[in-house]
């Protein structure tokens, strides 16, 4: 069974950066699509960036220029660098593929954007 481990999450200042990592157990990187969601409390959780095996990227609007998704086919992992965050970015992230999870939820984590 496929198991997503995500990482690096922390506490930051506003207009800090962070790089989230998501290390999968599993070859799941079969599947085309790959991105990050993230959930926000008492929000329900939102896809933010999605990367194709080809490497093309998409972000929803208030993390574009900001967020940079990347991936390693080869180690089966996944990465979001984040740079000039903002309050609003804090919430737990997660891993899985797009557009449908197909994957169990890994325990995702914690990034608090916070002076």
């Known amino acids: 069974q496929v198991q997503l481990v995500e990482s690096g999450g922390g506490l930051v200042q506003p207009g800090g950066s962070l790089t989230l990592s998501c290390a999968a157990f599993g070859n799941i990187f079969r599947i085309s699509t790959m991105g990050w969601y993230r959930q926000a409390p008492e929000k329900q959780r939102e896809l933010v960036a999605s990367i194709t095996r080809a490497g093309m990227t998409n972000y929803i609007d208030s993390v574009e220029g900001r967020f940079t998704i990347s991936r390693d086919n080869v180690k089966n992992a996944l990465y979001l660098q984040m740079n000039k965050l903002k309050p609003d970015d804090t919430a737990v992230y997660y891993c899985?593929?797009?557009?449908?999870?197909?994957?169990?939820w890994g325990q995702g984590t914690q990034v608090t954007v916070s002076s």
């Open positions: 899985n593929s797009v557009p449908m999870a197909l994957f169990n």
